[in-house]
């Protein structure tokens, strides 16, 4: 057997406005909860126990998904290019690294969504012919996301050679 | 389109005689239905009138169905009412497969199924149902000149059997599900004819209340569970003979033919360059008595399932010689496993034993009977030999230009695949296997079921073994040799 191998973390982190748009992107959806809540509370005076046990599980979850996991996030992501390859980690529970060759690249597409677009971030998402190889970089300023696919462009031979 | 127009094709003069068939039983609750509305309130007429709607429909699907081969693209239209063009690229066609059921056998027809690796269903099935049965080898032919080359003399050498089907071989399908399955399903229609037509109360089911009342509900019951065994034994042979019976797996130079059926034959033709390995299925019953199954790695076939089945249950060893002769190499299939060490094995134990710890609690809890603790004792031996197996099962074996995986129990796998068809890796960690320096690593590829799973390998060999699959990560600028990284 070879000398085992290891794998440097990538190099860079994703925009620092990442955690702000990611904590937002939370917040709608527990905001709406929240609305709800307090239109049953105000409606409903039968059980003020139950009342009470929803909002602090309602205040438990907006603690953990808009104010921890963003950071936790943060602290997590990272990516990185190089001549031949796309390199990322993600996640925060559960952490993922994923490597892909630059080589087998099929297609390089940038999303905004309409929360990134208004802080000027973009993701990019490099394709394989795997399903299972697609390699997602998060929350980049819109400029870096521009250069990171002018970058992969150019590299990537894109269409010589997919391994199908 | 700068080429000449081609003609639209029409499929067999003989489907007019299929397709009401056809038609009639898709609608058999339909007409069922309309006879007991219509002898219910005395018009008879109704189920006719029903009847010729339904045989007319099949016709007129014959008449509004039409395909054409161009210089670049399949084309197929279809649809009654709602007509459809169903349009492929001819250099994206993977793989021709055949199917043809008694009725069109009987005929002489066969459906021709085209094949591009996207997973289709329902409507985006390129099928042609169907054409003449001595058509067949032409149009395989035309259909895959393009993508790849189906040798000229292929009646006159009929290459190398691979396998072929042993009676022998029955002995492992009374172990499969199948026949439970197809049990179900039967009692299933049964209930729901039942309430249609108010089978409740007819002597059947009260002979088996009576029966049941005279000799008690647990001799009844046992007696219903032999019978659904026996049955549900006999119905898989069966179902197994009846579509494997007479398998033959044949090589021809760079492409494979698998063909089955006894009732209704299926032909299933690969190519041989696009293969990427193979993956052999070993479940919990087949494997006690010294069994498996082979499926095909490939791209452009779907991962798992009937698609890329290339044996079904055989011995093992026979699987075993088959995938080593395809893919040219017996270390992958045969050779030793690298185990995954005590972490690996640890976690396989907690996960089994969390729901039997789980369960005690709640036992101890509440005052449980003496039974409940029997069945205690019994599921927690269950389990453990689960996690026993599962430990014992997990390995992995890298070099040669090979990755094996091997995992699970109730549905043991060992993927062989082949290190150029992998396009890229992931290294997963949950919180509870960073803790326990573990990692998942996943192999993507174009092929299969595109991901492939090296569970729970200790944290600091799993992009050893990546990169020992994929020698380009060891040149990228974050590889450094060593582990004392982190």
């Known amino acids: 057997m070879t000398a085992p191998i290891q794998l440097a973390d990538p190099a860079h982190r994703p925009s620092r406005k990442a955690p702000l748009v990611w904590a937002l992107g939370a917040a709608i959806p527990w905001g709406a909860l929240v609305i709800a809540q307090v239109v049953w509370f105000a409606l409903d005076h039968r059980a ?79 394709t394989t012919a795997s399903s299972a190889g697609a390699v997602r970089i998060e929350a980049l300023d819109s400029q870096v996301a521009d250069d990171v696919v002018a970058r992969l462009t150019d590299i990537a031979a894109i269409g010589a050679e997919d391994a199908t | 389109m700068t080429a000449p127009p081609v003609a639209w094709q029409r499929l067999s003069p003989r489907m007019l005689l299929v397709h009401p068939v056809h038609e009639v039983v898709r609608q058999l609750p339909v007409l069922v239905g309309s006879l007991v509305l219509g002898s219910a309130t005395g018009n008879n007429l109704l189920a006719v009138v029903v009847l010729a709607l339904t045989v007319a429909f099949g016709v007129a699907r014959w008449f509004t169905t039409s395909y054409r081969i161009g210089p670049s693209e399949l084309q197929l239209r279809t649809g009654v009412l709602q007509r459809k063009v169903l349009a492929l690229p001819r250099n994206r066609i993977r793989s021709v497969s055949t199917d043809a059921r008694l009725l069109h056998r009987l005929l002489g027809l066969t459906v021709v199924r085209v094949g591009t690796g996207q997973e289709a269903s329902g409507d985006t099935v390129f099928a042609l149902d169907a054409v003449r049965a001595d058509e067949v080898p032409r149009l395989r032919a035309v259909l895959l000149a393009d993508s790849l080359a189906v040798p000229d003399a292929e009646v006159a050498d009929p290459g190398r059997v691979l396998a072929r089907w042993q009676p022998a071989w029955l002995r492992y399908s009374p172990l499969s599900l199948t026949g439970l399955a197809m049990i179900a399903a039967a009692l299933g229609v049964l209930f729901q004819m039942s309430s249609e037509v108010g089978l409740e109360d ?65 032909e299933h033709t690969f190519d041989m360059r696009r293969l990427r390995g193979g993956t052999l299925r070993e479940p919990l019953l087949v494997r006690l008595f010294g069994g498996a199954r082979l499926d095909a790695v490939m791209t452009g076939v779907g991962g798992a399932g009937e698609a890329s089945m290339l044996l079904p249950p055989c011995p093992r060893a026979t699987a075993e010689a088959v995938l080593a002769e395809l893919i040219e190499h017996p270390e992958p299939v045969t050779g030793p496993l690298r185990r995954h060490g005590p972490a690996a094995t640890r976690r396989r134990w907690v996960r089994a034993l969390a ?15 003496l039974w409940a603790w029997a069945g205690w004792v019994v599921v927690t031996g269950c389990c453990a030999l689960l996690a026993a197996d599962r430990a014992r099962s997990l390995g992995h074996r890298v070099g040669g230009g090979w990755l094996v995986a091997r995992a699970g129990s109730l549905q043991r796998t060992r993927d062989c695949i082949a290190a150029p068809g992998v396009i890229g890796w992931t290294v997963r960690q949950s919180l509870f296997q960073r803790r326990a320096g573990v990692a998942t690593l996943v192999a993507a590829t174009a092929a299969g079921v595109k991901r492939y799973r090296v569970i729970d390998v200790p944290a600091e060999l799993a992009w050893s073994i990546a990169a020992q699959t994929s020698p380009w990560i060891a040149d990228t600028r974050w590889a450094s040799d060593g582990p004392d990284l982190r």
């Open chain 1, 48 to 126: 003020p126990g139950l009342n009470a046990l929803a909002a602090a599980a309602t205040a438990v979850g907006i603690v953990m998904f808009v104010v921890v996991v963003p950071l936790w996030r943060y602290r997590v992501h990272r990516w990185d290019i190089d001549s031949r390859a796309v390199y990322t980690r993600t996640g925060w529970l559960v952490q993922e690294r994923r490597i892909a060759p630059i080589s087998r690249v099929q297609t390089v597409d940038t999303q905004r969504g309409p929360l990134e677009r208004l802080f000027g971030l973009a993701d990019v998402t490099v």
């Open chain 2, 202 to 266: 007819s002597q059947l089911a009260r002979s088996g209340m009576d029966a049941a009342q005279r000799f008690g509900v647990a001799v009844t019951v046992a007696v219903a569970v032999v019978v659904v065994l026996v049955a549900s034994a006999v119905l898989s042979v069966l179902r197994s003979l009846l579509t494997y019976g007479n398998l033959l797996l044949r090589r021809d130079a760079e492409v494979l033919h698998l063909q089955h059926g006894l009732l209704r034959v299926r």
């Open chain 2, 355 to 369: 729901l039997p710890v789980v369960a005690a609690a709640a036992l101890a809890a509440l005052p449980a009977p």
